[in-house]
RNA sequence: GCCGCCAUAGCUCAGUUAGGUAGAGCAUCCGGCUGUUAACCGGACGGUCGUCGGUUCAAAUCCGGCUGGCGGCGCCA
């Protein structure tokens, strides 16, 4: 089993150390030939001299492709020619499997490099993005353990819209059709009567023909909801989680590389609260033609959060403008909601709500949306037996990661990005 | 669903405006080089120009259909 990785030898300086992991460069140069060696940890070049090595290693060295997994053996040394400043003054240099030519290379096009994903995934910047990505939700299960949220495992699988319009993938599921989910919420209302405040982390499915740089058609959702809570505190859970997520990226050593620094990563909490009137007047002020009760589009989206520095907070939208199960405000015009934006054009990361906890209300809204009853027989019995104030939220953990990484596209959040087009591999 | 754009060597692209024998860089192969950093230098190899049809003496280039894809909007997280 290996012991050691690249990130550890920087405390082996002047020992003789074995290395195993894949060929990221191979440059030959007469008597010295180097080799960039990768591992889940990082890259370091080692220089293979003619002279120092037995002549298996030397012409292993010559003839070893990119990729190739090799076994490598010899002294740490400083030296500043070397990528890294560290490198490896090779004693042996075994090929452990000798890689066919890797159709991966500089100046490969975007749809190429998703066709060969199995194998761009050893690009060090999606590595990176992938362990950022993890570092994000491990800041986020640390906050929610440390404030007893309990995580619950909702069905993927289920027979009815959780939401109004969007579109769901049908699946048969033994000769019924049934729905790959596209929020856990109403599963999870049904569970904060027994554990109050409960969490889930599952894939969600929109089958929206949406072909924009923010969409996917499978994303991971991180999904709260908490009984007693109303849209004030609800969107201070929001707040600290956000932050709680962003702390622990705070601390990643590359984060230069994605155009970010350390302490924009630590968030001002409060964050700033702007109600939807405010954003309207805000989005009028720079000469767009836009009318109360309009839902932003990605235009005004972007105008808006072109004002701001960090994530911010719209609350109070027009009920036109969102779904039915939301509470609604004493004005009878607004709903208790609050959506979360990422400044700079990143765009929606959090829609959140206080819930409809009053029966006659919630069925109003849905004769008046034009909603089934009948196939939310067990969300309206939430209302019947003990209803309680409650809220929660979505947030998107791919469309947080974009705005983290600065990513150009919400593909390269993904290992396996499932857009339109895109189901293999 | 709507709007716009694209398809030429293994990869990235030029050539299309104004029709006249298919180009470059990288990769691959061969040779050279003991400090390279996407190494460099020399040579070789590499193509039914997405597809079907039309116009023309002549089509990668002009026209039409089809297929595949990209970007954006709507919708959303």
Redesign the pocket.
Same mark, same amino acid.
């Given at each position: 089993m290996k012991t050691l990785y690249i990130s550890d030898i920087e405390n082996r300086i002047g020992e003789e150390v074995e290395l195993f992991g894949w060929v990221y460069?191979q440059?030959? *140069? &007469?008597?010295?030939v180097?080799v960039v060696l990768r591992d889940s940890t990082g890259i370091v070049?080692i220089?293979i *001299? #003619?002279?120092n090595v037995n002549p298996d290693s030397f012409n292993n060295a010559q003839k070893v492709?990119i990729e190739s997994s090799v076994r490598v053996k010899g002294k740490v040394i400083e030296?500043s020619?070397?990528?890294t400043g560290l490198?490896i003054?090779c004693s042996e240099f075994e090929i452990l499997s000798l890689s066919e #030519?890797f159709?991966i290379?500089? &100046?490969? $096009? #975007?749809?190429?490099l998703?066709d060969v994903r199995h194998l761009a995934l050893r690009s060090i910047r999606l590595t990176e993005i992938m362990k950022i990505k993890e570092l994000i939700i491990q800041g986020a299960r640390k906050y929610l353990q440390k404030n007893d949220w309990h995580e619950v495992f909702p069905p993927i699988i289920t027979s009815a819209a959780c939401?109004g319009?969007?579109t769901l993938f049908s699946i048969d599921y033994y000769g019924r059709e049934a729905y790959l989910s596209q +929020?856990a919420q109403l599963y999870l209302e049904t569970a904060i009567y027994s554990l109050e405040k409960v969490y889930s982390l599952t894939p969600s499915f929109?089958a929206?023909? +949406? #072909?924009?740089?923010?969409?996917?058609?499978e /994303?991971q959702?991180l999904e709260l909801e908490a009984a007693w809570m109303d849209a004030d505190d609800i969107m201070k859970v929001e707040e600290e989680l956000v932050a709680a997520m962003c702390r622990e990226v705070s601390e990643y050593k590359n984060l230069e590389k994605f155009g970010r620094k350390k302490e924009e990563m630590i968030l001002n909490l409060p964050l700033e609260r702007i109600k939807y009137d405010e954003a309207i007047q805000i989005i009028q002020s720079k000469g767009i033609d836009i009318e109360w009760g309009d839902?932003f589009? /990605?235009?005004e989206?972007k105008v808006l959060t072109n004002e701001f520095e960090e994530p911010f907070f719209v609350y109070n939208y027009p009920m036109e403008a969102k779904v039915f199960y939301m509470k609604q405000n004493p004005d009878g015009k607004t709903y208790a909601c609050a959506d979360l934006l990422a400044p700079k054009g990143f &765009?929606? =990361? =959090? $829609?959140g709500s206080q819930r409809e906890d009053d029966l006659k209300a919630l069925e109003r809204r849905m004769e008046i949306e034009g909603i089934d009853k009948s196939r939310y027989k067990w969300y309206l019995d939430l209302r019947r037996y003990g209803s309680v104030v409650h809220s929660g939220f979505?947030?998107?953990i791919?469309?947080l990661l974009m705005w983290i990484c600065n990513l150009e596209?919400?593909r390269d959040a993904c290992l396996y990005p499932r857009? =339109?087009?895109?189901l293999e591999p």
């Open positions: 460069r440059r030959e *140069h &007469g008597g010295v180097f070049q220089s *001299h #003619k002279n492709t030296d020619r070397a990528p490198e003054r #030519k159709p290379q500089e &100046g490969a $096009g #975007k749809e190429f998703l939401e319009g969007t +929020s929109r929206e023909k +949406s #072909k924009t740089r923010r969409h996917l058609s /994303y959702h839902d589009g /990605y235009e989206e &765009g929606e =990361i =959090i $829609g979505g947030l998107g791919e469309r596209h919400i857009t =339109i087009t895109r």
